[in-house]
C-alpha cells in the first residue's frame, strides 16, 4: 500500500496531512475526489452492464445449443484449438522396473533421467536417442 493510500484511508494521518491547509484547499480535493468517485462508479456500472450482456448472450446460445441437440464437446471437436506445439522425444531410457521413459531434451532435466546419468556418470549428449 502506497503512503498516499495509507494517509488517504486514514482520518488522523489525513487530519495531520490538511493541518497546512486552507479550507478552500480542503474543498477542492474533496470535490476531486467526488468526482474521482463518480468517474469510478460510473465504470463499474458500465463494466457491470457489459458483463451482464455477455451473460445473456451465453445463455441464449446455450438454450439454442439445447433445443438444437449440440453438445459442447460436438464443438470442441469441429474447432482448431490453439495448442502449444507438441516436441517430440529426442531421448529414451529404461528404468529399472523396465519403464520406458521418453524426454524431448528441453527444459528442466526429469528426475528419473538425471539419475540415469549421474548412475552411469554420462552427460546428456551420451543418452540413448530414439531413431
Known amino acids: 500500500m502506497s503512503d498516499i493510500i495509507k494517509i488517504l484511508t486514514r482520518k488522523n494521518s489525513l487530519r495531520k496531512q490538511c493541518q497546512e491547509l486552507s479550507a478552500l484547499d480542503i474543498e477542492k480535493i474533496i ?17 457491470e452492464a457489459e458483463e ?17 441437440g449440440i453438445d459442447l464437446a460436438d464443438l470442441a471437436d469441429l474447432v482448431d484449438a490453439p495448442s502449444r506445439k507438441v516436441v ?28 540415469y546419468m549421474s548412475a552411469r556418470g554420462i552427460s546428456k549428449d551420451q543418452l540413448p536417442t530414439l531413431d
Do not use: C, N
Request: aromatic content about 4%.
Open 52 to 68: 451482464r450482456q455477455r451473460v445473456e448472450k451465453i445463455e441464449k446460445i446455450r438454450l439454442a445449443m439445447k433445443e438444437a
Open 88 to 115: 517430440k522425444a529426442k531421448y529414451v531410457i529404461t528404468d529399472a522396473e523396465g519403464q520406458q521413459h521418453e524426454w524431448s531434451g528441453r527444459g528442466r532435466t526429469p528426475v528419473v533421467f538425471q539419475e
Open 31 to 47: 470535490t476531486d475526489l467526488q468526482e474521482i468517485l463518480v468517474e469510478r462508479q460510473e465504470d463499474e456500472a458500465r463494466r
